[in-house]
């Protein structure tokens, strides 16, 4: 959650409770006898739902946030089993591959709130974008995160955009990083090598664009 929504809610709870607070202490002063005034009683029921509706804002996420995923813990015998956006469907990257793709997630992920998802597959049709956006919606990817998606069987590769950031990364940009940085390595099968160079390229181009 960001700064300043963390703040509107705190305010939402604070305000409605101070109020309410201010009344009761009034009342303490006078007597129970504003209570039996309508308005007044009406008035301080209100804010005890404003209080409420407050306490549930300041608790709840903000819609359609993903909440980060745990911090894998690789102990002294490390063995990748699988990850919310790490897919080797093609079981072609190693284990040092896929624990250094999961630490540069982890390092987006606390520093700059995006995930770069990663697919590898035997997909073999024309349509591998198609393929990377349903796998990019069951991640859960957002507006600002990335997937990139191996075709091994297809000899194809593909790097999409989240849509909030399609102004500042476009298409031809997506195309251009995935050439530049993992045509020579991809052409050569070697496949973590393609993702762990162009990952970092885009851990980069992340860190510019927030900074």
Not at 19 to 35: C, P
Not at 64 to 83: C, F, L, M, Q, V
Not at 97 to 120: A, H
Not at 123 to 139: F, H, I, N, S, V
Request: charged residues 25%; proline residues 3%.
């Amino acid at each position: 959650m960001s700064p300043v929504f963390g703040m509107r809610n705190l305010l939402l709870l604070v305000i409605p409770v101070a109020l309410a607070a201010v009344i009761l202490a009034a009342a303490g002063k006078r007597g129970a006898s504003v209570f039996k005034k309508q308005g007044v009683a009406w008035g301080l029921t209100l804010l005890m739902v404003f209080a409420a509706v407050g306490i549930g804002y300041a608790r709840a996420p903000m819609a359609g946030t993903r909440e980060p995923a745990p911090a894998p813990d690789y102990g002294d015998s490390y063995h990748w089993e699988g990850g919310q956006f790490l897919l080797d469907n093609a079981d072609v990257l190693s284990d040092r591959t896929l624990r250094e793709l999961d630490q540069r997630n982890e390092r987006l992920w606390n520093n700059y709130n995006v995930t770069i998802g990663v697919v590898t597959c035997n997909y073999g049709r024309d349509d591998l974008d198609q393929y990377a956006m349903k796998r990019a919606e069951e991640m859960g990817l957002g507006g600002y995160d990335m997937i990139v998606a191996l075709d091994i069987s297809g000899d194809n590769y593909w790097l999409i955009q989240g849509s909030d950031i399609r102004r500042d990364f476009t298409d031809n940009d997506c195309s251009d990083y995935a050439y530049e940085y993992m045509e020579y390595d991809f052409a050569r099968g070697m496949y973590g090598d393609a993702l762990l160079d162009l990952t970092e390229a885009l851990e980069i181009w992340y860190g510019n664009y927030f900074d």
